[in-house]
């Protein structure tokens, strides 16, 4: 028997291969972001339909060039570009959390992270994004901040946020605990 979150989980690939979607069809104006947000423990069950997803994209729609972005390698990629990683380490390491996450303040702003997004990912060779990793990614980098910086990087192309936490469609709640800033500009992917 199907639970409500398997029935969900089943509804993504038709709607990510959607012409609406695909398209912005029918956004008035909008950008073209989606949430598929999830309760926290099944992070693991996310991570592997995800996985397959990506294959049967590959496979069964070929035509549909897809991207898929984990934002929390595409932020230590970003510190190894600034050669910012080690130095981060060695802070977490010696003098814990909160030291790392001053060090780390100036050098992860969220303007300057989207665009290396935008250099690194070319967001204008795909027809959609899918992006994982948001909660890897917190306490370093928050996931409104980065949404609210990518409009212009990503342009027209589909951004998927696979989100471990609650999104109402006014606010994004990590791990269903941490509130996040309003965060009102994207579409639940389905219900």
């Known amino acids: 028997m199907k639970t409500g979150f398997d029935s969900r989980l089943n509804q993504i690939l038709p709607r990510l291969t959607s012409p609406e979607l ?8 909008e950008i073209g972001f989606y949430i598929f947000d999830y309760p926290p423990e099944k992070e693991l069950l996310v991570r592997e339909h995800v996985s397959h997803l990506l294959n049967q994209l590959h496979k069964k729609h070929s035509d549909i060039k897809v991207k898929h972005v984990n934002l929390f390698e595409l932020l230590i990629d970003y510190l190894k570009s600034r050669n910012h990683l080690d130095k981060a380490l ?3 390491r010696e003098k814990g959390e909160g030291e790392l996450l ?3 303040a100036k050098s992860l702003n969220e303007e300057k992270l989207a665009k290396w997004f935008g250099e690194t990912i070319q ?3 795909y027809d959609l994004i899918l992006m994982t990793g948001v909660g890897n990614a ?8 980065v949404l609210n910086n990518l409009p212009s990087i990503v342009g027209r192309v589909p951004l998927i ?14 791990f269903e605990r941490i509130n996040d800033s309003n965060y009102y500009r994207a579409f639940r992917l389905v219900p």
Request: charged share 20%; hydrophobic share 30%; net charge positive.
């Open 123 to 125: 967001p204008q060779n």
């Open 138 to 145: 917190y306490p370093l980098i928050r996931s409104h901040g």
């Open 22 to 29: 695909l398209t912005n069809s029918g956004l008035g104006n």
């Open 90 to 92: 060695k802070i977490e």
């Open 102 to 104: 001053k060090s780390l």
């Open 161 to 174: 946020v696979f989100f471990p936490g609650k999104y109402d469609m006014q606010s994004l709640k990590l």
